[in-house]
């Protein structure tokens, strides 16, 4: 039989694309959505879906959502049509810069601080910190996905993370929510990724390929394939589980003095 044009799946079993249950999800959502945001920016919005659960749960609001890859945001796009969210949900495919992206009431940045600053971390949270601060309105809420260190991790673990990783690339927890609160920010809500949290993620990831590998073996694409999941999965397993956290935070811009 002839499979070759039977190509890899991509994140087919994730929601949402991080560490992120339906429970924490839904207080997240309740909780932005009691400030009753009328604009909505999500910045490397990937597909949007946590964005897209705040539209439905705020009728009129309208959202904008910035990614560099294509798919996702068609997955956004088809997803947002779906539960009638189209005519207020935008995807848009370009660099997220802040000149670009104008201001909101809401402005969702999960895991994607990369995108505001091309500074190394940790400094780049802060720069992308001070930008969330410049594009929020006064009264606004910005949702934060950073990460930070559960514990400080160990040469063999750094060594096996990914390539060049540092002792000093994340701040602890304590340390991100000064940042924050530096950057003109009052911490209203601050939570963590759990572990349960971290293995549906981290599973959700590659179980679609692990699969598709398990029936696929003699596929052109498999043998790289496999050594893509299996970088990974080490990355996983052998340096970051238990180590890199992420951290939730909702933030409130404090309003400007004078
Ligand atoms: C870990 S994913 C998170 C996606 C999404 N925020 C979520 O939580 O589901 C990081 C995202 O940032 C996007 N990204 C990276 N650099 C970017 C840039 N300069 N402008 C916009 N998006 C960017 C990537 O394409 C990717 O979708």
């Not at 904008?64 to 189209?86: F, M, P």
């Not at 990914?162 to 939570?191: K, N, T």
Request: glycine share 10%.
């Amino acid at each position: 039989m002839d499979n070759s044009k039977d190509l890899p799946p991509r994140l087919t079993r994730l929601t949402f694309h991080g560490p992120l249950s339906e429970a924490r999800a839904a207080g997240i959502v309740d909780r932005l959505a009691k400030a009753q945001p009328t604009t909505v920016l999500d910045i490397g919005c990937g597909w949007g879906e946590l964005m897209l659960r705040v539209l439905d749960a705020v009728p009129g609001a309208r959202g904008r959502g910035v990614d560099l890859n294509g798919d996702d945001l068609a997955r956004g796009r088809a997803n947002a049509k779906e539960r009638g969210l189209a005519e207020r949900a935008e995807f848009v495919e370009e660099s997220a810069t802040e000149a670009g992206l104008g201001t909101a009431d809401l402005v969702i940045c999960l895991s994607s601080s990369h995108a505001l600053s091309s500074a190394q971390p940790p400094l780049h949270t802060t720069e992308a910190l001070r930008a969330l601060r410049r594009i929020v309105t006064p009264g606004g809420r910005v949702l934060l996905a950073e990460g930070y260190w559960q514990r400080p991790p160990t040469e063999a673990e750094l060594g096996a993370m990914w390539p060049d990783a540092r002792p000093d690339e994340y701040d602890d927890l304590a340390g991100l929510v000064d940042r924050a609160v530096e950057a003109g920010f009052r911490p209203a809500w601050i939570e963590t990724a759990n572990r349960d949290e971290w293995e549906e993620f981290e599973s959700g990831y590659q179980s679609d390929v692990e699969e598709w590998l398990a029936a696929h073996g003699d596929h052109p694409l498999a043998e790289e394939t496999r050594e893509r999941v299996e970088r990974h999965r080490a990355s996983w397993l052998r340096g970051y589980r238990d180590v890199l956290g992420i951290a939730y935070l909702t933030l409130v811009p404090v309003e400007s003095v004078g």
